[in-house]
């Protein structure tokens, strides 16, 4: 089933920033939430709209359910300029970066009300993604436009790669949709190759591509530390 694919955001401002000033960080600043937030909003903001109609439901549903600790997160100090979803299944990254375990039936139904929680429940149920052990996966990797050019990208899988080989992982997986060239030929650079193609069929008209890549980046154990 597909799951978030690699997108970039909408513009949000001009950021100038050199390559000895990005910060990479394995979580999520709380004051950087909000803006993680609309980035992610701007790169999946239409795909989330098959669940979610409205924007207010989405801005609800990712506030409510974005885990800071399975996020690798990319800033210049003062705002987020690209992050990543981590997902594995077990340890930190259990249940994915969106969680929605984090939602009783409640607090689902108080915020979209019966009709809206059965429907999030159809359209994100195909769309989620259950890490096999051995993975782990990237849920989303997604980069500000304003900062686009600048490595940001490559940087966060680097740290993504860094976390598979040190929690003793096997292999990092991410899926990418057919209308992203752009990233599967970063993903390419960095390594990764497709080990799976999914058409879509007529669920495409819904979801807006008609095909899903899964990639992958093996990974091999680190060098033993000799005595």
């Not at 970039?8 to 004051?31: C, Q, Y």
């Not at 993975?135 to 790669?161: C, H, M, N, P, Q």
């Not at 080990?195 to 060098?223: C, H, N, W």
């Amino acid at each position: 089933r597909p799951s978030w694919p690699a997108a970039r955001s909408a513009p949000d401002r001009p950021v100038a920033v050199t390559e000895s000033e990005v910060r990479i960080s394995r979580s999520l600043a709380p004051e950087h939430r909000a803006t993680a937030i609309d980035i992610f909003q701007d790169a999946f903001g239409s795909k989330l709209r098959q669940a979610l109609p409205s924007a207010e439901q989405r801005q609800a549903f990712v506030d409510a359910t974005l885990v800071a600790d399975r996020c690798v997160t990319a800033s210049d100090g003062e705002t987020v300029l690209g992050l990543a979803g981590l997902q594995a299944a077990a340890g930190r990254y259990q249940g994915g970066v969106l969680d929605g375990d984090t939602l009783g039936l409640g607090e689902m139904r108080r915020l979209f009300g019966l009709t809206g929680m059965i429907r999030a429940a159809v359209v994100l149920g195909f769309i989620d993604h259950k890490a096999e052990p051995g993975e782990l996966y990237i849920d989303f990797l997604t980069v500000s436009s304003a900062a686009r050019g600048r490595g940001i990208g490559t940087k966060l899988l680097d740290e993504v790669a860094a976390i598979g080989h040190e929690d003793g992982f096997r292999w990092v997986r991410l899926e990418v949709i057919d209308t992203n060239p752009r990233a599967q030929a970063l993903y390419e650079r960095e390594g990764y190759t497709v080990i799976k193609e999914q058409k879509l069929g007529f669920v495409s008209r819904f979801v807006g591509f008609d095909a899903a890549y899964t990639m992958e980046l093996p990974l091999t154990p680190p060098p033993a530390v000799e005595d």
